[in-house]
T-cell receptor, first 117, second 113 residues
Framework: KAGVTQTPRYLIKTRGQQVTLSCSPI?????VSWYQQTPGQGLQFLFE???????NKGNFPGRFSGRQFSNSRSEMNVSTLELGDSALYLC????????????????FGPGTRLTVL | TQLLEQSPQFLSIQEGENLTVYCNSS?????LQWYRQEPGEGPVLLVT?????EVKKLKRLTFQFGDARKDSSLHITAAQTGDTGLYLC?????????????FGKGTKLTVNP
Protein backbone atom coordinates (compact mmCIF):
# COMPACT_ATOMS: atom_id res chain seq x y z
CA LYS A 1 0.00 0.00 0.00
CA ALA A 2 1.55 3.30 -1.08
CA GLY A 3 2.12 5.89 1.63
CA VAL A 4 1.23 9.56 1.71
CA THR A 5 2.97 11.41 -1.09
CA GLN A 6 3.74 15.10 -1.20
CA THR A 7 4.93 17.17 -4.12
CA PRO A 8 7.18 18.92 -4.62
CA ARG A 9 9.70 17.78 -2.00
CA TYR A 10 11.68 21.00 -2.14
CA LEU A 11 10.69 24.49 -3.20
CA ILE A 12 12.44 27.86 -3.23
CA LYS A 13 10.39 31.03 -3.57
CA THR A 14 10.90 34.74 -2.99
CA ARG A 15 8.95 37.04 -0.72
CA GLY A 16 5.60 38.10 -2.10
CA GLN A 17 5.15 35.06 -4.32
CA GLN A 18 2.54 32.41 -3.79
CA VAL A 19 2.96 28.63 -3.62
CA THR A 20 0.77 25.55 -3.94
CA LEU A 21 1.69 22.27 -2.30
CA SER A 22 0.06 18.94 -3.08
CA CYS A 23 -0.74 15.90 -0.96
CA SER A 24 -2.02 12.50 -2.07
CA PRO A 25 -3.35 10.50 0.89
CA ILE A 26 -3.24 6.76 1.31
CA UNK A 27 -5.96 5.09 -0.76
CA UNK A 28 -9.18 4.92 1.25
CA UNK A 29 -8.18 7.70 3.63
CA UNK A 30 -10.67 10.56 3.65
CA UNK A 31 -9.20 12.88 6.27
CA VAL A 32 -6.20 15.03 5.35
CA SER A 33 -4.47 17.38 7.78
CA TRP A 34 -1.70 19.89 7.13
CA TYR A 35 1.03 20.92 9.56
CA GLN A 36 3.87 23.42 9.53
CA GLN A 37 7.13 22.38 11.19
CA THR A 38 9.84 24.89 12.13
CA PRO A 39 12.77 24.63 14.56
CA GLY A 40 11.38 27.46 16.65
CA GLN A 41 7.72 26.53 16.90
CA GLY A 42 7.79 22.79 16.23
CA LEU A 43 4.85 21.12 14.52
CA GLN A 44 1.77 23.32 14.29
CA PHE A 45 -1.65 22.33 12.96
CA LEU A 46 -2.81 24.29 9.93
CA PHE A 47 -6.13 22.71 8.91
CA GLU A 48 -7.99 19.48 8.32
CA UNK A 49 -10.14 18.46 5.37
CA UNK A 50 -12.69 15.67 5.26
CA UNK A 51 -15.08 14.96 2.41
CA UNK A 52 -13.93 18.08 0.57
CA UNK A 53 -14.81 20.37 3.51
CA UNK A 54 -12.50 22.15 5.92
CA UNK A 55 -13.44 20.73 9.33
CA ASN A 56 -10.82 22.20 11.62
CA LYS A 57 -8.44 25.13 11.45
CA GLY A 58 -5.36 26.21 13.38
CA ASN A 59 -4.21 29.72 14.24
CA PHE A 60 -2.69 30.79 10.95
CA PRO A 61 -3.44 33.91 8.89
CA GLY A 62 -5.78 33.85 5.92
CA ARG A 63 -2.78 33.71 3.56
CA PHE A 64 -2.81 29.98 4.28
CA SER A 65 -5.63 28.15 2.57
CA GLY A 66 -6.37 24.71 1.28
CA ARG A 67 -8.84 22.50 -0.47
CA GLN A 68 -9.65 18.85 -0.92
CA PHE A 69 -10.82 17.16 -4.09
CA SER A 70 -13.36 14.37 -4.54
CA ASN A 71 -10.55 11.78 -4.69
CA SER A 72 -9.34 13.04 -1.25
CA ARG A 73 -6.20 14.62 -2.69
CA SER A 74 -5.49 17.94 -1.07
CA GLU A 75 -3.64 21.12 -1.88
CA MET A 76 -2.56 23.97 0.34
CA ASN A 77 -1.78 27.44 -0.88
CA VAL A 78 0.23 30.19 0.72
CA SER A 79 -0.08 33.65 -0.79
CA THR A 80 2.18 36.68 -0.35
CA LEU A 81 5.01 34.61 1.06
CA GLU A 82 7.02 35.93 4.00
CA LEU A 83 10.47 34.88 5.18
CA GLY A 84 8.86 33.31 8.25
CA ASP A 85 6.90 30.91 6.06
CA SER A 86 10.10 28.93 5.45
CA ALA A 87 9.33 25.55 6.95
CA LEU A 88 8.67 21.88 6.38
CA TYR A 89 5.02 21.44 5.44
CA LEU A 90 3.66 18.04 6.38
CA CYS A 91 0.49 16.38 5.27
CA UNK A 92 -1.11 13.50 7.17
CA UNK A 93 -4.02 11.25 6.27
CA UNK A 94 -6.31 8.94 8.19
CA UNK A 95 -9.40 6.92 7.41
CA UNK A 96 -11.69 8.73 9.82
CA UNK A 97 -11.64 12.09 11.58
CA UNK A 98 -11.58 10.87 15.17
CA UNK A 99 -7.93 10.52 16.01
CA UNK A 100 -8.47 8.42 19.13
CA UNK A 101 -10.34 5.64 17.40
CA UNK A 102 -8.47 2.34 17.32
CA UNK A 103 -6.97 1.61 13.92
CA UNK A 104 -7.33 5.26 12.88
CA UNK A 105 -3.66 6.07 12.84
CA UNK A 106 -2.62 9.29 11.16
CA UNK A 107 0.10 8.66 8.54
CA PHE A 108 2.44 11.49 7.60
CA GLY A 109 4.04 12.17 4.26
CA PRO A 110 7.73 13.13 3.95
CA GLY A 111 6.89 16.82 3.69
CA THR A 112 7.66 19.71 1.35
CA ARG A 113 10.63 21.83 2.37
CA LEU A 114 9.76 25.45 1.48
CA THR A 115 12.46 28.10 1.54
CA VAL A 116 11.46 31.73 1.14
CA LEU A 117 14.27 34.11 0.14
CA THR B 1 3.46 29.68 25.38
CA GLN B 2 3.95 26.09 24.30
CA LEU B 3 0.99 23.96 25.35
CA LEU B 4 3.11 20.81 25.57
CA GLU B 5 6.62 21.09 26.99
CA GLN B 6 9.09 18.35 26.18
CA SER B 7 12.30 17.75 28.05
CA PRO B 8 15.11 17.44 27.53
CA GLN B 9 15.30 19.24 24.20
CA PHE B 10 18.49 17.38 23.24
CA LEU B 11 19.88 14.09 24.54
CA SER B 12 23.10 12.36 23.48
CA ILE B 13 23.85 8.97 25.03
CA GLN B 14 25.90 5.85 24.43
CA GLU B 15 24.44 2.63 23.07
CA GLY B 16 23.15 0.45 25.89
CA GLU B 17 22.15 3.28 28.22
CA ASN B 18 18.62 3.89 29.46
CA LEU B 19 16.80 7.19 29.03
CA THR B 20 13.53 8.92 29.80
CA VAL B 21 11.96 11.85 27.99
CA TYR B 22 9.08 13.85 29.37
CA CYS B 23 6.04 15.61 27.97
CA ASN B 24 4.25 18.01 30.34
CA SER B 25 1.27 20.31 30.17
CA SER B 26 -1.10 22.20 32.43
CA UNK B 27 -3.96 21.12 30.14
CA UNK B 28 -5.88 17.87 30.07
CA UNK B 29 -5.83 15.85 26.87
CA UNK B 30 -8.29 13.21 25.71
CA UNK B 31 -5.38 11.16 24.43
CA LEU B 32 -1.67 11.49 23.93
CA GLN B 33 0.49 10.16 21.14
CA TRP B 34 4.23 9.67 20.71
CA TYR B 35 5.88 9.89 17.32
CA ARG B 36 9.43 9.41 16.05
CA GLN B 37 10.68 11.46 13.14
CA GLU B 38 13.88 10.78 11.21
CA PRO B 39 15.62 13.32 8.97
CA GLY B 40 13.86 13.82 5.64
CA GLU B 41 10.77 11.94 6.73
CA GLY B 42 7.45 12.64 8.39
CA PRO B 43 6.68 11.55 11.96
CA VAL B 44 5.72 7.92 12.51
CA LEU B 45 3.24 7.03 15.24
CA LEU B 46 4.70 4.88 18.03
CA VAL B 47 1.79 4.70 20.47
CA THR B 48 -1.49 6.25 21.57
CA UNK B 49 -2.41 6.36 25.27
CA UNK B 50 -5.94 7.18 26.27
CA UNK B 51 -6.55 6.31 29.92
CA UNK B 52 -4.99 8.17 32.85
CA UNK B 53 -2.26 6.03 34.42
CA GLU B 54 -2.03 3.83 31.33
CA VAL B 55 1.29 2.13 30.61
CA LYS B 56 2.10 0.67 27.21
CA LYS B 57 5.20 -1.26 26.19
CA LEU B 58 6.60 -1.54 22.70
CA LYS B 59 9.67 -3.79 22.86
CA ARG B 60 12.29 -1.65 24.66
CA LEU B 61 10.04 1.43 24.80
CA THR B 62 7.69 2.07 27.73
CA PHE B 63 5.08 4.83 27.54
CA GLN B 64 3.14 6.16 30.51
CA PHE B 65 0.19 8.58 30.59
CA GLY B 66 -0.15 10.58 33.79
CA ASP B 67 -3.09 9.92 36.10
CA ALA B 68 -4.51 13.38 35.39
CA ARG B 69 -3.93 13.00 31.62
CA LYS B 70 -1.72 16.10 31.57
CA ASP B 71 1.69 14.51 31.16
CA SER B 72 3.46 11.53 29.70
CA SER B 73 6.85 9.88 29.65
CA LEU B 74 8.77 7.67 27.27
CA HIS B 75 11.43 5.36 28.67
CA ILE B 76 13.87 3.53 26.41
CA THR B 77 15.84 0.61 27.82
CA ALA B 78 19.24 -0.32 26.40
CA ALA B 79 19.17 2.29 23.65
CA GLN B 80 20.39 1.34 20.19
CA THR B 81 21.76 3.52 17.39
CA GLY B 82 18.53 2.86 15.50
CA ASP B 83 16.64 4.74 18.21
CA THR B 84 18.23 8.00 17.04
CA GLY B 85 15.62 10.52 15.96
CA LEU B 86 13.28 13.30 17.02
CA TYR B 87 10.68 12.13 19.52
CA LEU B 88 7.46 14.13 19.50
CA CYS B 89 4.53 13.98 21.86
CA UNK B 90 1.12 15.18 20.69
CA UNK B 91 -2.02 15.73 22.72
CA UNK B 92 -5.52 15.55 21.28
CA UNK B 93 -7.88 18.35 22.24
CA UNK B 94 -11.47 18.87 21.23
CA UNK B 95 -14.70 16.92 20.95
CA UNK B 96 -14.88 13.37 19.71
CA UNK B 97 -14.55 13.28 15.95
CA UNK B 98 -13.04 16.75 15.70
CA UNK B 99 -9.87 16.58 17.71
CA UNK B 100 -6.83 18.67 16.87
CA UNK B 101 -3.35 17.46 17.67
CA UNK B 102 -1.09 19.80 19.65
CA PHE B 103 2.56 18.86 19.35
CA GLY B 104 5.51 19.47 21.65
CA LYS B 105 8.73 20.75 20.08
CA GLY B 106 10.37 17.36 20.47
CA THR B 107 13.39 15.71 22.02
CA LYS B 108 16.26 15.12 19.64
CA LEU B 109 17.89 11.85 20.67
CA THR B 110 21.32 10.75 19.45
CA VAL B 111 22.52 7.28 20.37
CA ASN B 112 26.25 6.91 19.79
CA PRO B 113 27.87 3.53 19.04
Amino acid sequence: KAGVTQTPRYLIKTRGQQVTLSCSPISGHRSVSWYQQTPGQGLQFLFEYFSETQRNKGNFPGRFSGRQFSNSRSEMNVSTLELGDSALYLCASSVHRALVLPNNEQFFGPGTRLTVL
Amino acid sequence: TQLLEQSPQFLSIQEGENLTVYCNSSSVFSSLQWYRQEPGEGPVLLVTVVTGGEVKKLKRLTFQFGDARKDSSLHITAAQTGDTGLYLCAGARGQGGSEKLVFGKGTKLTVNP
